[in-house]
């Protein structure tokens, strides 16, 4: 199941073409060509789904799979100091593409691989507000 207007559809199919680092019968990973790292991977199911909230769960598991697979290979091959594996669900997430996919970056201590910078600094938060939060989320 694809759709025709889907960016990603259309790359999975080979109607735009991409540098393919892996392929399964559920998923395929390819270079993202606007690259944050050297290796930055996108990792994507070949169902189309919108976003991890539709995902089926054995689409989404087979997905996180596959992207573990990248990750790894990008700390063994490309001697990464790190990876993050990111998904951005939704508009205000920065989600451009409305079909499931996590964007490997393998990290390097050497910059000029590296232009990814931490988009927000962590702080201690209002304990109260965090209980108070978490208790709403619980279930």
Same mark, same amino acid.
């Given at each position: 199941m694809s759709d025709p207007d889907?960016?990603?559809?259309?790359?999975?199919?080979?109607?735009? &073409?991409s540098t393919k680092v892996?392929?399964?019968d559920e998923t395929y990973a390819f270079m993202d060509i606007a690259p944050a790292a050297e290796g930055h991977t996108v990792v994507v199911p070949k169902t189309h789904t919108k976003d991890v909230l539709e995902a089926? &769960?054995?689409v989404y598991a087979s997905t996180a799979k596959a992207a573990q697979a990248v990750a790894r290979r990008a700390v063994d091959v490309l001697q990464?100091?790190?990876v993050n594996v990111l998904n951005n669900c939704g508009p205000a997430a920065w989600q451009t593409v409305f079909h499931l996919h996590f964007h490997v970056i393998p990290r390097y201590t050497d910059k000029s691989k590296d232009s990814l910078t931490l988009p927000w600094v962590p702080h201690p938060g209002d304990l109260d507000a965090i209980r108070a939060i978490?208790?709403?989320?619980a279930f």
């Open positions: 889907c960016l990603f559809c259309n790359i999975v199919a080979g109607n735009i &073409p892996y392929e399964d089926d &769960p054995a990464a100091d790190g978490g208790e709403k989320l």
